[in-house]
């Protein structure tokens, strides 16, 4: 029979599958929580285990706009984070078609239509206010990953992005990036460690949408 073992990483689900001859598959569900190690210095790889053109050549596509090898400079690249106390900037590309076909009406005595001018303004306003910007970040995933750094998305959770309040923002779409992860398994009296591809999801779309 072969040796099976659940795996329980944090963002990987590999439901009682044999370790050599399956992969991980990455979570459905985004953000990603904290992985828990082991602690014991025993399953971490060695210094013979680190070699980068071996591990390059095991890793195949390796994207420095989301993987390091080493400590990134600057923690949150520029514009990373907007000030999530105030709306954000008008974002670039074209007005979802909801605000664009968007009416308002002005109460001053009577009732009456905004000007084309002012009504373009409120559109770019709500706009603003509900837009959800991916927010990037370095994440040290440890010394049993390589790469150990990744640039990982978020979606702010600081304000409502809805008029009345209510709606949050909330991911949409992901990609993932593949990295090595070091598995150390105990067969019979020795222990197995290896570096094994797996994928890591990454956040790419925020959207405004219902708090529950």
């Known amino acids: 029979t072969s040796f099976k073992r659940c795996n329980r990483d944090a963002f990987i689900s590999v439901d009682c599958q044999h ?11 985004l953000p990603l929580v904290d992985l828990k190690e082991d602690p014991d210095p025993v399953f971490d790889p060695k210094e013979g285990d680190l070699n980068e053109t071996e591990l390059k050549s095991v890793l195949g596509d390796f994207d420095g706009r989301f993987v390091s090898i080493a400590p990134p400079q600057d923690k949150h690249a520029a514009g990373d984070e907007p000030d999530e106390q105030d709306p954000p900037q008008t974002p670039g590309g074209v007005m979802p078609k909801e605000l664009r076909s968007m009416e308002f009406e002005l109460q001053f005595g009577k009732k009456r239509r905004p000007s084309k001018k002012l009504r373009k303004r409120l559109q770019l306003w709500l ?4 837009h ?5 970040a370095w994440t040290d995933l440890g010394a049993r990953f390589w790469p150990r750094f990744v640039r990982v998305g978020s979606c702010s959770s600081k ?10 923002c909330k991911p949409a779409k992901s990609t993932h990036v593949t990295v090595l992860r070091w598995r150390c398994l ?6 197995k460690c290896a570096w094994i591809p797996v994928q890591y ?9 219902c708090s529950s």
């Open 19 to 29: 370790y050599y001859l399956l992969r991980p598959i990455p979570s459905d569900s």
């Open 127 to 130: 706009w603003s206010f509900s």
């Open 132 to 136: 959800c910007p991916v927010l990037y």
């Open 159 to 168: 304000r409502s992005c809805s008029l009345p309040e209510g709606m949050v």
């Open 186 to 191: 105990q067969r019979k009296a020795a222990l």
């Open 201 to 209: 999801p990454i956040i790419t779309e925020c959207k405004c949408s």
